[in-house]
């Protein structure tokens, strides 16, 4: 759980199948789609996965958005 990403926005789970319930696919692998559930402890992208993967062909934008993010949960290990 706590390598996986969430993400929990609307357009992009309906169009991602619950894809940004990642957390809990990896705790429990064999629920199909539709059973997918939040995990508040899991770490969450500051946006969509759609606007995530345009940010990162701006590198530089990325890290900038994505560093601290990292560094704060680098911490709670």
Not at 1 to 25: C, E, F, I, Q, V
Not at 29 to 56: D, R
């Amino acid at each position: 759980m706590r390598h996986s990403w969430d993400s929990y926005r609307k357009l992009t789970g309906a169009l991602l199948y619950n894809l940004p319930r990642h957390a809990d696919h990896h705790l429990h692998a064999e629920k199909t789609f539709w059973q997918l559930k939040a995990i508040p402890e899991a770490p969450a992208l500051p946006y969509g996965y759609q606007a995530m993967v345009l940010l990162a062909l701006v590198p530089s934008r990325y890290f900038a958005v994505m560093n601290p993010l990292l560094q704060a949960w680098d911490g709670t290990m």
